[in-house]
């Protein structure tokens, strides 16, 4: 992980032209290939970033140019640096869910047609380079479809879904039958997320867990 504060602008070509004019702004360079670039507002969501795999070069003092594998680049001038640290963060365990939220994976794997007739589970735990999605199901047309699995569903979950999905959309193993879906699964989703999700194209089921503990046929509803 590399920090960087530092008044920059920075200029995204790619399918549209766009920029951050000249700000302090801070950076943050991962070691898997990823940049994110912050301001001091929009709490956790970047003003740009690119996803990995990423080019990432230093070889100008006072410039970094970041280019993906579809040809976009971020060209980030350094006008005054204040602060650049580097360390490396070591591995990453991944996010311990509670105790319902396990209970609710482990339920719900067991059922995934419950979710949705025709769905068969490929895994749970499925893993990618930013945690693991609570499982990964394919439909009765065998498109690939990541689930993420909330007792209350929000906005930084489906967010969370989202992430998931551009990470598994890299391998192609999994794009054979269309492009990776989404289903955000909780036992009570916010009006905000769920609008937030279906305008996404995700898939939003609210499930009640005393139910599906007993294995009652009618334990969900599809919005």
């Not at 895994?123 to 065998?142: A, N």
Request: glycine share 6%; proline share 4%.
């Amino acid at each position: 992980m590399r920090i960087i504060v530092a008044d920059c602008i920075v200029t995204y070509e790619g399918r549209l032209g766009a920029k951050l004019p000249l700000a302090r702004r801070l950076l943050m360079l991962k070691a898997d290939g990823s940049i994110a670039i912050h301001s001091d507002t929009s709490a956790f969501k970047p003003l740009n970033w690119m996803n990995p795999p990423c080019i990432i070069n230093f070889d100008m003092k006072d410039k970094i140019i970041v280019r993906n594998k579809k040809g976009e680049e971020l060209h980030i001038d350094l006008l005054q640096i204040i602060h650049d640290y580097e360390m490396e963060l070591g591995d990453e365990p991944g996010l311990e869910k509670d105790g319902v939220e396990k209970e609710l994976q482990e339920l719900i794997a067991a059922r995934v047609e419950k979710l949705q007739e025709g769905f068969e589970l490929i895994r749970r735990e499925f893993p990618t380079d930013i945690g693991p999605v609570d499982l990964l199901c394919r439909d009765s047309k065998g498109t690939c479809i990541a689930v993420e699995i909330k007792r209350i569903g929000e906005i930084a979950g489906v967010d969370q879904l989202l992430r998931y999905i551009d990470r598994i959309s890299l391998d192609d193993r999994y794009l054979a039958k269309g492009k990776v879906k989404g289903m955000f699964v909780a036992t009570i989703i916010k009006p905000q997320a769920k609008v937030y999700a279906q305008s996404r194209g995700i898939d939003c089921v609210e499930i009640n867990i005393d139910d599906l503990r007993e294995s009652k046929s009618n334990f969900l509803k599809l919005f």
